[in-house]
């Protein structure tokens, strides 16, 4: 079982920066492939980032193309953690984050197994 602990949102102003976390526990995090999502007020949840598993030490980062160029993903593997930087953010950024967590690649960017409670963000004019 994977568990996982979504932290560092907040309110800031928009053009401004924030950093996610989530620390997962559970089976070995090197071979998780983990993710980012978002739900806004009335909108579905939408997948924002995410750092899939190729084998060994290799990790490929895939970004929706509203986020690409502005969020970045990183993993720190003494911790556990993963990292969403989230630069230039605008108004529309605003929503729930949810951390997201799966053994297979191709799903983490789809339809997780493991989830995070969320962590809200929200950007201000």
């Known amino acids: 079982q994977v568990q996982l602990v979504e932290s560092g949102g907040g309110l800031v102003q928009a053009g401004g920066s924030l950093r996610l976390s989530c620390a997962a526990s559970g089976p070995t995090f090197g071979r998780l492939s983990m993710g980012w999502f978002r739900q806004a007020p009335g909108k579905e949840r939408e997948f924002v980032a995410a750092?899939?598993?190729?084998?060994?030490?290799?990790?490929?980062?895939v970004y929706a193309d509203s986020v690409k160029d502005r969020f970045t993903i990183s993993r720190d593997y003494a911790r556990n953690t993963v990292y969403l930087q989230m630069n230039s953010l605008k108004l529309e950024d605003t929503a729930v984050y949810y951390c997201?967590?799966?053994?297979?690649?191709?799903?983490?960017?789809?339809?997780?197994?493991?989830w995070g409670q969320g962590t809200q963000v929200t950007v201000s004019s």
């Open positions: 997201a967590a799966d053994a297979n690649s191709a799903a983490v960017s789809s339809t997780p197994n493991y």
């Open positions: 750092s899939r598993w190729s084998g060994g030490n290799t990790y490929q980062p």
